[in-house]
């Protein structure tokens, strides 16, 4: 090493600049673990899943069971309901009843509300949120505010001809 | 003995000069009323939350499954848990309250303006921390009300661009609020009074830099000041004992009249309670969130109605010295603003009708109204008063000021304490 390079200030700043982006890396690198470990972990993503059995519910009546913790709302629809759902498309969130269902008899949806997350209640025809009185109809379509959206329709598939399993499409 | 301790202590550390400079001889303006209490009966009420909550963890299960039974066992089987817990959740909204009063008198006496922004903005800082530990805390004993707050204030963050639904599940650590959200509130809860505390340290560093704002709302200089001790100690503790009757009054004889009664209901994800109240602290800001038709607007709007308070200094643009004291119009819109908040707690308290929504929506636009025009009207109202002319008395503590200032202009190392 030359004496020249001793006293080379291009060299000194270009050393401080990359020490510093090679220490804000790491420093970047170490907040990965902690906040990763606040994402779900994985006892709580395996209950992603959850099988229904259909066969105990009549037709018009509705249960409700818990899917990654949320109340998921399964409706055996009488013809009439059908009908009815078929007619509109819906209010303030259009969408046509065939896109929501698979099988028009069941409608599957997450009992949430879209506006703040209470649980609706299944009044007179489709449900009537009691926080901020959203209404939605049979097919879960939000037909009053506040709620801006449709109720969720949670990935779902029918294993047999009365059981389904919610959390897969 | 004693006094060679102290002597061994000060040649190491400055324990006699820092007491005698910050604490005993702390130079306050002899003008004070009771309304300068409130920031000393704040530290009280830190101190007591601290002290109950900590007593109170060593007792509390933070698991979803044992938590509301914990807290029974608190309340029926741990020596005096019943108190421990009153205190606790009372002083809550004691807090609150005391903090509330020490904002409302910094807006009314002008406190906030120059040279104390600074001194505003970390109070304001403290607001925020206060909200976001009050908010953690309600969470743990996984009642009703608890769960369906969280539930809400939780799915706010639905509101982030982009990555809402990501950000709502990382803030719960689960798709709803269940067993990891209450544990990590719990870790959170706990450690937020250590940062408080150390944001109250800044504060009062600040504090001790600018000094105490009086009644008057001008800066009176060094001529008019007492030492702290005995004068204010002794007005601070007699205010403390005042305050200590009404909160022993709630402590002990209605201590359930802050809890609303669908806490006593064990947490239930899949029933939300018919109507969904916050604690009385936060209700003025639910109703500006409910005020806003639009989801995302909602939670703009409630976080703006509390942050606007840090652009007051901003806002204010009158240069006549004084608060509300010396400034009609500025006093008016002072009252007219707490009568806006009343009222939307009110709005926040009630169940959404059709009548009270529209309450609601003006008093929101009264609201923000309220720090919109503060500009034009402060201006108005400085050149008002100017034509008027000033009472004797303000003129003459105007100069008195004035004075000082253009001492500090004049010499800049002045400014900064260099030069006595
Ligand atoms: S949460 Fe359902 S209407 Fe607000």
């Not at chain 2, 019943?82 to 020490?102: K, N, Q």
Request: net charge positive; with cysteine; aromatic share 14%.
């Amino acid at each position: 090493m030359g004496e020249e390079t001793l006293d080379d200030g291009n060299r000194r700043n270009f050393l401080i600049k990359l020490t510093s982006v090679v220490g804000g890396a790491g420093v970047a690198a170490t907040c990965v673990p902690f906040v990763a470990s606040m994402n779900p972990s994985s006892d709580v993503l395996a209950k992603a899943e959850t099988e229904v059995d259909l066969s105990n519910i009549p037709p018009g009546g509705m249960h409700t069971v818990a899917w990654q913790g949320k109340p998921v709302f399964i409706l055996h629809r009488t013809p009439e309901q059908i009908a009815a759902s078929a007619a509109s498309n819906g209010g303030l969130d259009p969408q046509p009843d065939g896109k929501r269902v698979k099988n028009p008899e069941w409608l599957v949806v997450v009992g949430v509300c879209t506006h703040m997350g209470c649980v609706p209640n299944k009044e007179g025809p489709g449900w009537e949120c009691h926080c901020h009185g959203s209404q939605y109809d049979d097919s879960g379509r939000v037909i009053r505010g506040p709620a801006p959206k449709n109720l969720e329709v949670p990935p779902y598939h029918f294993v047999a001809e009365n059981k389904l399993v919610i959390g897969k499409a | 003995m004693p006094n060679r301790i102290i002597k061994w202590i000060d040649h190491r550390f400055p324990l006699t000069s820092f007491v005698k400079h910050e604490l005993t001889g702390y130079p306050t303006p002899r003008n004070l009323s009771y309304l300068w209490n409130f920031g000393f009966l704040a530290g009280f009420v830190l101190m007591l939350q601290v002290a109950t909550g900590i007593f109170l963890a060593m007792h509390y299960k933070a698991d979803i499954a044992l938590s509301f039974d914990s807290i029974q066992h608190i309340m029926r089987n741990v020596n005096y848990g019943w108190l421990l817990r009153y205190m606790h959740s009372t002083g809550a909204s004691a807090f609150f309250l005391v903090i509330y009063i020490h904002m409302a008198r910094t807006l009314y006496y002008g406190s906030f303006r120059a040279p104390r922004e600074l001194l505003w903005w970390t109070g304001q800082g403290l607001l925020l921390l206060l909200m976001a530990t009050a908010f953690m805390g309600y969470l743990l004993p996984w009642g009703q009300m608890s769960f369906w707050g969280a539930t809400v204030i939780t799915n706010l963050f639905q509101a982030t661009p982009f990555y809402g639904d990501q950000v709502v599940i990382w803030l719960r650590g689960d798709y709803t609020v269940g067993d990891a959200t209450l544990s990590r509130f719990f870790a959170l809860h706990y450690l937020f009074p250590f940062l408080i505390i150390g944001a109250v340290v800044i504060h009062l560093v600040a504090l001790h830099s600018v000094k105490s704002s009086n009644p008057s709302g001008i800066d009176l200089a060094a001529k008019d000041n007492i030492p702290f001790h005995p004068y204010f100690t002794a007005k601070d503790f007699y205010g403390l004992g005042i305050f200590l009757i009404v909160f022993s009054v709630f402590v002990f004889f209605m201590p359930n009249s802050l809890i609303e009664p669908a806490n006593n209901i064990p947490a239930n994800p899949m029933q939300t309670p018919k109507h969904i109240v916050p604690e009385w602290y936060f209700l003025p800001f639910y109703a500006i969130l409910r005020s806003v038709p639009n989801m995302v607007g909602g939670v703009v709007a409630m976080g703006l109605s509390v942050m606007l308070f840090a652009f007051m200094p901003f806002l204010d643009r009158s240069r006549t010295p004084g608060g509300g004291r010396y400034r009609p119009v500025y006093r008016i819109q002072f009252y007219l603003f707490l009568l806006v908040i009343l009222v939307l707690g009110w709005v926040g308290y009630v169940p959404p009708t059709d009548l009270t929504i529209i309450i609601g929506q003006v008093a929101t636009l009264l609201y923000f109204g309220s720090f919109f025009f503060v500009p034009f009207i402060s201006k108005a109202e400085e050149r008002w008063l100017m034509k008027r002319g000033l009472p004797a008395e303000v003129t003459a503590l105007i100069e008195s000021e004035t004075l000082e200032i253009a001492k500090r202009k004049l010499n800049p190392r002045r400014r900064k304490g260099e030069v006595a």
